[in-house]
């Protein structure tokens, strides 16, 4: 992970880099490129350690996709907040919580990025791993909506996840902790 204290738009910028030559450059979610291209991302940077202050900016993001239907996604990113990843997946359970509790079952559904992001049952160095690691911890809060037109408009969704695994994969962990480590051109 990164430890380096970077302003927001060095921090969109790896985002950005992240989006383009991980995500969508080897199709790890066909539906991105779509979104990035249109400007329908929101990108929301919160520098904040307190979990209370980043769940308040979760309920904000969720009133900022409420009301501005321009905006297909937003992307919450941790800047300082949950380095550990164990701690990133405490807080993920309260924010479902939250949502719930808020009456956004059947609105919002969130996706979890992180540096250090490990599926359970999953090696530390499984390069698989990488599909869900981002160069910062990361929220990102979908559209019920349109999972539900995106699923219908794709010939098999339920292969994206083994096809992704398989990919990366075959790429080896060499190489996706070179792509990862990319999205950050200002270290040195």
Not at 39 to 44: D, K, T, V
Not at 62 to 72: F, G, Q
Not at 109 to 131: E, K, M, R, V
């Amino acid at each position: 992970m990164n430890n380096k204290i970077h302003s927001d738009p060095e921090i969109k910028a790896a985002i950005q880099t992240w989006l383009k030559s991980v995500i969508i450059e080897y199709n790890i979610c066909p539906f991105a490129k779509r979104e990035l291209e249109r400007g329908s991302i929101f990108f929301s940077v919160n520098h904040t350690i307190k979990i209370e202050q980043c769940l308040e900016q979760l309920m904000l993001e969720c009133d900022r996709l409420d009301t501005n239907s321009a905006i297909e996604t937003t992307l919450l990113i941790y800047a300082t907040a949950f380095k550990d990843f164990d701690d990133f997946l405490d807080f993920i359970e309260i924010a479902e919580t939250l949502l719930s509790d808020q009456g956004y079952d059947g609105t919002y559904q969130l996706a979890s990025f992180h540096p250090d992001y490990c599926f359970q049952g999953s090696a530390l160095d499984d390069a698989a791993n990488y599909t869900n690691r981002s160069p910062f911890p990361m929220l990102h809060l979908l559209r019920e909506t349109s999972i539900d037109q995106a699923v219908s408009s794709h010939p098999d969704t339920e292969s994206i996840p083994q096809h992704n695994i398989e990919l990366t994969r075959k790429l080896g962990l060499a190489k996706m902790q070179t792509l990862l480590a990319a999205c950050f051109p200002l270290n040195g």
